[in-house]
């Protein structure tokens, strides 16, 4: 080997040395470069620490009820469009399969159904989290049951809704972790159980008074009590829905009027009944948002420093289908619920018909003249609005933009104390107890301006009629015809069918995600 | 390789200014004379060429002069003259697989010696084409690289090298002049010199991290020791326009369509009437444009004994189809290499360019897709008309918009400034060792700017406030390598070159963006003016907000090349990485490869069939990483919701909100690296003197545990942002090929080339967070999903319902299983399963995005002064769904094609359906979507002229030639669209044509000059 003869230059030895040495030494103190961890955001364990950490977990849950899907035709479909009280609306041909909720003719492949499902999971995953992570961390101990029992009180409510829609669901409890992504269906007395295992634990654990103007519209033990009322007012009308013909694990309708009672005498809420006349309509007016009626509702506000705070699509979705300032106009108030509310209007002097529907050339009370599109797909006549959602130009905030975005502050009522004081009047009937069933329904029609009802002239379905004119618009009326077994002869003929219909398909996209694991309601 | 050179017995003159040389040019093969080769003096301009029968005579200042003799498809032969006055030369076909050095991965090697499949190409082939971009001009020329332009001035094209090999990310890696980059935007096609793609495993693993998806190797241009200070040239102009515009219904057609739209489902009554419609605007007219090009470009290059630079600069101009749609680059390069002492050397590496470019608007040519014939641009009193209401009627539509509209009120800017710097030191030592450290810097700021007046059109098309947004990114990836090489050669029959390396490198992004609304009125909308705190309206609100990333990756690696007199060939590499982006317990990864080649024609048995001029098989086989994933995926990260105000001052806009914040994604603490095993085995052949080359390479690349975010079911509350996983292997498997043929007769010479690469794609495994398969679709506009990958079909295949004719009548729909409120004129849909029923679950397959064949073809050839080229390239085979038409069909706008062959009445046609299109959601994807994406295209012609030396020595120049070039002046294809290439970065989408840009021919003049 030649070169071992050359003679090597000592100094380009040394040079050669200190280059490797350098490139040695930089190379080894490279290597911890590569134990680094998070660069922009805030790691999991930076997180859980405050009571700052918690509550804005769980403000993540109440935030997202106003998430697109919650209030777009993805629940306007399956809510409400699919009952009698509203049709389509829109022009021809916009988001047509929604016509299908006129017949009934979707299928399990319907993206409304998946984009539902999959919202309401994604709620119940924030709760989920906050109910994972909250009971290890080291605050107050009254903060953290009133943090846990509101995290428990929207997972309860999503899951109510998901057990009337689809029936057998899943129920998550937990945070997905290592591969545990696909849990089977539980049964729907199961889900029941659960929800009510949590509406438990709500009014267990969170305060019975009112909150301070601060955090006015969080919820309080009251409205899991409240909701416990609804909830067991499904389950004890099982025998109308149910494909067994029997109550949900076993409930009854003393169990109910046990609730109700409870709220009625104990609670703090009250019809709101400060504006006479006008009260229904401005019940759903900004100043009278989180007022004593109220039990659950969506926060929408507005600000002028936080461009990304709550808005509620809602109203874009329903309001007048028009240019400026105008919205979408899905779901609109049917030929059925206009001609069966006209007459009670003139019959009995039931003012919430005209607080409740607009028509194309009304003047609203702000001086705006109703126009937009000149017809409607789903309705003959004249196109009207639900007027539950409006907010009068004098009293829209000027937030920064324009068009419809000046109305997002309206608040969606999600559950509201006249609906108790119904199911109270339903429970007091089926128990036989017609005096305080009148006193309960009469709170509510003296209010919209009906005259109220002896004992004797009650009948159920007057019940039912009052909560359909009371509630329209707010997502119950399909529920309540399912629930009250008028579905048959209400819906009937529109395609519904018993038992396919009692609950909606479970998602195709999900059926086939789950690789077998998630099956399908029974007939579809 | 033969070059041979007859010498004639020196002459003794004393005369050294005056010195005669007199000789024949001949073919080394064909021993026929041959005209017109250049001779020039090295260093000089003094030259000659030779004429018919070969013959040349020089008069040289100098007896040690040296002599160049070039000749189009020939082998440049450098003579020293030594003294003699008689010099013949027998010039050599070019060829293309001797001795020439290709660039490989830390170093460079002859080709002959390779043991792996690496496609080369040199710089001025990619010169050759008037194309704004680098990769761009590799289309069609390279088997096995698979190249999709995107329109957009300023756009890189997407690549795919032997196939889609990862689901998230499938691009390959970029090494300009040694160092890993990101992209190579900066880089002008006069910068470079070289381009080799590695495309097997055995030649990309010494790459390690990122090399699972193909190298591509760039080298730019350098200058040469002792070379003669030259000045080249290179400029064109061209003018460009769309190569196919996509007609679409006239008003009255529009009006035919709506009203059966009205009359199918029962509402004639409100038929539109055609009299009160007269306009008739077509949308592509209005917002597209043909336009100028230009580049220009200057290059000094030269050298002394001791260093040697080469230095340049460009500039483009590359104006848009769409109107105000330009992007123009000016680039910088500076190389330059010197000796320290004999044995060290140092030099840098530059490569900059500032860009600038003015996007087009958000999906204006959706927009103008579904604008309706007859909404007028403007109406008469000037002002831009509003697109949902139209004489009294309200498109179905409402979220169309005036594409006009969003011409006018769009004023964006992108700039940026970008490139590569490396530098390094190269230390000889103990004669074979080679020690060599570079530092690099690749940075990239870009800056962004968009501002929208206050404008109304309609309430989907307008601004309520002066609207500013500004953003500025600072990227920058530093890289340190350090290799160390020692060569050696045992008498001339064991060869080999040993090396060993660590590289280190550091990727930070971080970017900050900021948008003020309320802003004043500006009398001038220029973006020297634009900042977010300009005059202050009482409504004037301000929102920023920044974040970024570190990646850091170190590699160790060693290689052997060892050959037996260049005839038994062994290449052994080992590579380890650890990348950041994986957790810390599978941090690392091992990548190994191994090479073997022999060349047949080297052994004494092939000696006496002249007929074979090379002869060589080769075989790899090698592992390959890639950690091209988001950082953090293994680490628990929350991210903000939806804030909320609780309390009274709810709705006055000053309630304090409260902070909503959330865990977003699921944190996956197993992620491993992604690993591409490969196998390839290649021959190459060299017959009739090396006049017919080629080379074919079989291929069998599997993916392991390819990294990408699934779908997990909704009920566990993951749905938006999925869960990161190895879920999926993915095989590609396929044949390349690639045939030259060159020759000369007489003064004629030309060269043929064919290439053609069969790939076949295919899932081997999917376990994505508990489903058997991936869907994807497009969310914005709620399609999905689109495409669904599952085991033993191609990677983002479509899916959807199979269409098998048009429902004639209602008898036919009565027998034959359909959806509910099916309609003649409504799709068949093919009853999969066979349960008598349509439903989600008769959804199946429906077509290949991926192309199973794609070819190139080129041929080229030379008479005296004239060059002539043609260069074709396809793609066939794949499936292009248009989901152009599944948005329109919903409400919107219709194109000729379907107005022309759509249902409308018994009999009228069988595949294409009635307006309806579908029961349920005329969106659902269906086979009717989906199109035959094969194309043909010519995609570059140029004609040359070169002047003959003699008169170019006169003007004092060293090369003046110049062309016409006509780019892909013609394209063949049947899909109903812009543009058959339908590029994405996301290869389960890949292939679904959403706003595509059009594609544009530019026909050019330029000019080659050097001095």
């Known amino acids: 080997m030649l070169h071992f003869k050359n003679r090597i230059d000592m100094k380009r030895a040394y040079k050669i040395a200190a280059l490797i040495f350098l490139i040695c030494t930089v190379s080894v103190s490279c290597t911890k470069d590569l134990n680094f961890g998070d660069y922009n955001k805030l790691p999991q364990a930076k997180f859980w620490q405050t009571k700052d950490d918690a509550m804005a977990a769980l403000v993540a849950c109440y935030g997202d009820l106003s998430g697109w899907s919650f209030v777009d035709p993805s629940t306007l479909g399956p809510e409400q469009m699919a009952s009698d009280n509203t049709a389509k609306g829109s022009t021809v041909g916009s988001q047509s399969d929604l016509l299908a909720f006129q017949d009934f003719s979707f299928t399990p492949s319907l993206s409304r159904f998946n984009n539902l499902w999959i919202s309401r999971y994604s709620l119940i995953n924030k709760c989920n989290q906050v109910l994972k992570y909250v009971p290890g961390m080291n605050i107050d101990q009254t903060d953290k049951n009133e943090i846990l029992g509101e995290a428990r009180f929207i997972r309860a409510w999503e899951y109510f809704e998901l057990v009337r829609l689809f029936g057998p669901v899943v129920v998550y409890d937990g945070i997905p972790a290592n591969g545990a992504y696909d849990i089977p269906k539980s049964s729907v007395a199961d889900v029941y159980k659960f929800i009510l295992s949590d509406l438990d634990f709500g009014w267990k654990n969170m305060r019975k008074q009112p909150w301070g103007p601060q955090w006015k519209g969080r919820v309080t033990a009251w409205a899991a009590r409240a909701l416990e009322a609804k909830v067991l007012m499904y389950m004890a009308s099982g025998p109308n829905f149910m494909q067994d013909g029997k109550a949900i694990d076993g409930k009854t309708w003393n169990d109910v009027e046990q609730v109700t009672n409870d709220v009625i005498q104990n609670g703090p809420y009250h019809l709101m009944t400060a504006r006479g006349d006008s009260s229904f309509f401005y019940l759903f007016r900004l100043q009278y948002e989180n007022c004593d009626e109220s039990i659950f509702e969506v926060q929408n506000g507005s600000s002028t420093t936080v461009s990304a705070v709550n808005r509620s699509p809602y109203v874009l979705n329903t309001w007048i289908k028009a240019g400026r300032d105008g919205g979408f106009g899905y779901s609109v108030p049917s030929d059925n619920l206009v001609a069966a509310w006209k007459k009670r209007y003139q019959d009995q002097h039931d003012l919430r018909y005209k607080y409740s529907v607009i028509f194309k050339g009304d003047t609203l009370v702000d001086g705006l003249v109703v126009d937009g599109a000149s017809s409607l797909e789903g309705i003959t006549g004249t196109p009207r609005y639900n007027y539950k959602v409006y907010i009068p130009k004098n009293e829209q905030t000027n937030i920064k933009g324009g068009g419809w975005i000046h109305m997002v502050e309206q608040n969606e009522r999600l559950y509201r104390y006249s609906d108790l004081l119904l199911i109270d009047a339903e429970a007091k009937f089926r128990l036989g107890d017609k005096a305080g069933a009148a006193v309960s329904i009469n709170k509510v029609r003296v209010r919209a301006g009906e005259p109220p009802l002896a004992p004797s002239d009650l009948t159920l379905q007057k019940i039912w009629d009052e909560r359909r004119f009371e509630l329209a618009f707010e997502n119950d009326r399909y529920f309540d015809l399912i629930r009250t077994g008028q579905a048959k002869t209400v819906l009937g003929p529109r395609g519904w069918t018993f038992p396919k219909n009692v609950f909606y398909p479970i998602p195709q996209n999900q059926i086939d995600l789950s690789n077998g694991k998630l099956t399908q309601n029974p007939n579809w | 390789m033969p070059i041979v050179v007859t010498q004639s017995p020196a002459k003794k003159i004393s005369d050294v200014n005056k010195w005669n040389v007199t000789g024949t040019v001949i073919d080394s093969g064909t021993k026929e004379p041959l005209p017109g080769v250049d001779i020039v003096v090295k260093g000089t301009t003094v030259g000659t060429a030779t004429d018919q029968s070969g013959h040349y005579s020089l008069s040289v200042p100098a007896r040690d002069d040296t002599l160049l003799f070039t000749y189009i498809g020939y082998e440049k032969m450098v003579v020293p003259i030594n003294g003699r006055s008689t010099i013949d030369v027998k010039m050599s076909i070019h060829n293309v697989s001797g001795q020439q050095l290709v660039v490989i991965g830390y170093g460079t090697q002859k080709k002959i010696d390779l043991t792996s499949s690496i496609a080369s190409i040199s710089g001025s082939k990619i010169q050759n084409v008037t194309v704004p971009n680098a990769l761009s001009a590799l289309q069609g020329r390279l088997s096995g690289v698979q190249i999709t332009n995107n329109g957009t001035p300023g756009s890189q094209p997407s690549i795919r090298i032997r196939g889609t090999g990862?689901?998230?990310?499938?691009?390959?890696l970029y090494v300009v002049d040694g160092m890993i980059v990101d992209n190579i935007d900066y880089l002008s096609p006069d910068d470079i010199q070289s381009v080799s793609v590695l495309k097997d495993a055995s030649a990309s693993a010494i790459y390690g991290v990122r090399a699972a998806n193909g190298v591509i190797l760039i080298t730019t241009k350098k200058g040469t020791r002792n070379g003669k200070m030259r000045v080249t040239v290179n400029a064109y102009d061209g003018y460009q326009t769309p190569s196919h515009l996509l007609k679409m219904v006239n008003s009255p057609q529009y009006i035919t369509l709506y009203n059966e739209r009205l009359n199918y489902t029962g509402m004639s009554n409100q038929d539109l009437n055609p009299a009160n419609f007269t306009t008739n605007t077509d949308w592509f007219n209005q917002v597209l444009t043909g336009s100028f090009t230009n580049?220009?470009?200057?290059?000094?290059?030269?050298?002394?004994?001791?260093?040697?630079?080469?230095?340049?600069?460009n500039h483009l101009l590359s104006n848009g189809l769409i109107k105000n749609n330009n992007y123009e680059k000016l680039g910088l390069r500076v190389n330059y290499d010197f000796d320290i002492s004999q044995h060290v050397k140092a030099g840098m590496n530059l490569v900059a360019a500032l860009s600038k470019s003015n996007p087009a608007p958000n999906n204006l040519l959706l927009y103008s897709y579904r604008a309706i014939p007859f909404l007028s641009p403007k109406n008469p009193d000037g002002t831009f008309s509003d697109p949902s209401s139209i004489n009294g009627f309200t498109p179905p539509d409402g979220t169309s918009k005036n594409p006009d509209a969003m011409l006018y009120y769009n004023h964006q800017w992108n700039n940026k400034l970008e490139g590569m710097a490396n530098f390094y030191v190269e230390i000889n030592f103990l004669k074979n060792f080679d020690l060599k450290s570079t530092l690099g810097l690749n940075p990239t700021f870009a800056k962004s700017i968009n501002f929208t007046p206050q404008y109304t059109v309609s309430a989907n098309q307008e601004n309520s406030l002066n609207t500013l947004s500004k953003g500025t990114s600072d990227n920058l990836n530093t890289s340190w390598d350090n290799i160390l090489t020692y060569t050696n050669s045992i008498n001339n029959k064991h060869n080999f070159t040993v090396m060993a390396g660590y590289t280190y490198r550091v990727q930070t992004t971080d970017y900050l963006s900021g948008s003020a609304r309320g802003l004043v009125d500006l009398p001038v909308i220029n973006q020297s003016y634009l900042f977010l705190t300009l005059g202050k309206t009482p409504d004037y609100s301000?929102?920023?907000?920044?974040?970024?990333?570190?990646?850091?990756?170190?590699?160790?690696?060693?290689?052997?090349?060892?050959?037996?007199?260049?005839?038994?060939?062994?290449?052994?590499?080992?590579?380890?990485?650890?990348?950041?982006?994986?957790?810390?317990?599978?941090?690392?990864?091992?990548?190994?490869?191994?090479?073997?080649?022999?060349?047949?024609?080297?052994?004494?048995?092939?000696?006496?069939?002249?007929?074979?001029?090379?002869?060589?098989?080769?075989?790899?086989?090698?592992?390959?990483?890639?950690?091209?994933?988001?950082?953090?995926?293994?680490?628990?990260?929350?991210?903000?919701?939806?804030?909320?105000?609780?309390?009274?001052d709810q709705n006055t806009g000053n309630g304090p909100v409260s902070p909503a914040v959330t865990i977003t994604k699921s944190f996956n603490p197993n992620l491993k690296w992604e690993v591409v095993n490969e196998t390839n085995i290649g021959l190459d052949f060299g017959f009739f003197s090396n006049r017919l080359t080629g080379s074919l390479d079989w291929y069998h690349k599997m993916t392991n545990d390819a990294i990408f975010a699934t779908t997990a079911l909704g009920s566990s509350g993951l749905n938006t942002s999925g869960v990161w996983g190895n879920y999926a292997n993915i095989l590609n498997q396929g044949v390349e090929a690639t045939i030259g043929w060159k020759n000369v007769v007489g003064n004629l010479q030309y060269n043929v080339s064919v290439n053609g690469t069969f790939n076949s794609n295919k899932v081997t495994k999917i376990n994505s967070a508990g489903a058997s398969y991936y869907d994807q679709g497009d969310g914005n506009d709620n399609i999905t999903p689109l495409t669904r990958t599952k085991v033993g079909s191609p990677v983002g295949e479509f899916f959807g319902y199979k269409a098998i004719g048009v429902f004639q009548n209602q008898q036919q729909i009565d027998n034959t299983p359909h959806l509910q409120n099916t309609v003649p004129g409504d799709l068949i849909f093919a009853d999969v399963n066979g349960d008598g029923k349509i439903d989600a679950s008769d959804r199946t397959a429906i077509g290949n995005p991926n192309p199973p064949f794609i070819y190139g073809f080129n041929l080229g050839f030379s008479y005296k002064a004239i060059d002539f080229n043609v260069l074709c390239q396809g793609v066939y085979g794949n499936k292009i769904v248009n989901e152009n038409r599944i948005l329109m069909f919903t409400t919107r706008n219709y194109d000729e094609n379907f107005y022309k062959n759509r249902w409308h009445g018994q009999g009228t046609s069988n595949t294409y359906p009635s307006v309806l299109i579908t029961a349920g959601d005329p969106r659902t994807p269906n086979s009717f979507y989906v199109e035959d994406g094969s194309y043909f295209r010519i995609k570059s012609i140029q004609l040359g002229y070169t002047v003959p030396q003699r008169i170019v020595s006169k003007l004092n120049l060293g090369r003046l030639r110049f062309y016409a070039n006509a780019e892909n002046p013609l394209t063949s294809f049947k899909y109903n669209g812009f543009s058959p290439e339908v590029a994405s970065n996301n290869p389960l989408m890949s292939g679904i044509n959403k706003g595509v840009y059009p594609l544009s021919s530019i026909y050019s003049l330029g000019i080659n000059v050097t001095f």
């Open chain 2, 542 to 648: 301000v929102d920023a907000s920044d974040g970024g990333s570190k990646k850091v990756q170190i590699g160790f690696m060693g290689r052997v090349n060892y050959n037996y007199m260049h005839r038994y060939l062994l290449n052994v590499t080992m590579r380890a990485d650890g990348s950041s982006n994986f957790p810390k317990n599978n941090r690392w990864g091992y990548f190994p490869s191994v090479g073997v080649g022999w060349v047949i024609s080297d052994e004494n048995f092939m000696q006496n069939i002249p007929l074979i001029s090379l002869l060589k098989i080769r075989a790899g086989w090698g592992s390959l990483g890639n950690d091209n994933i988001p950082p953090n995926l293994y680490q628990l990260t929350t991210s903000n919701a939806n804030p909320v105000i609780f309390g009274p």
């Open chain 2, 295 to 313: 580049n220009e470009d200057i290059s000094i290059e030269g050298g002394t004994q001791k260093s040697s630079f080469n230095i340049g600069v």
């Open chain 2, 166 to 172: 990862s689901i998230y990310n499938s691009n390959p």
